[in-house]
C-alpha cells in the first residue's frame, strides 16, 4: 500500500471552513483506480497542521490520480482565500513496510 499525507497549516478562524471544503468535494478521487481511502484529520494541538492522508493500492494508482483531468478540476476548486493557509506543512509519500489492524 501507498500512503499520501499532506500536511496542511490552517490558520485560525477558517478550520470549519476547511473541513467543508471536503465534505462538499467532487469526490473525484474516490472513483479512481487503485484508491482506497481517505482521512481529514483535524489537529488536537494548536499550532499543528491538518493532515489530509491517502491511501492507494500502489504508488502506480496515486501518479495516475495526479495525472487525470479529475485531480486538476478537484485541486482547481478552492474556495478559500490565501490568507487561510499559514507557511509550512508538505506532502509527504511513504510505502507501508508493516501493517497491524482490523481493516
Known amino acids: 500500500m501507498f500512503v499520501v499525507a499532506n500536511r496542511i497549516m490552517v490558520n485560525p478562524g477558517y478550520e470549519a471552513a476547511f473541513a467543508e471544503r471536503f465534505r462538499q468535494r467532487a469526490g473525484q478521487v474516490e ?5 482506497v481511502r481517505l482521512e481529514v484529520m483535524r489537529p488536537v494541538n494548536d499550532g499543528s497542521p491538518w493532515v489530509v492522508m491517502t491511501h492507494w493500492r500502489d504508488k502506480g494508482a496515486f501518479d495516475g490520480w495526479v495525472a ?8 482547481r476548486q478552492s474556495s478559500l482565500p490565501k490568507e487561510a493557509f499559514g507557511a509550512g506543512g508538505g506532502l509527504e ?3 507501508v513496510e508493516i501493517y497491524a489492524g482490523s481493516d
Open 31 to 35: 472513483q479512481q483506480p487503485g484508491f
Open 68 to 75: 487525470s483531468e479529475d485531480f486538476k478540476a478537484a485541486h
Open 93 to 95: 509519500m511513504h510505502e
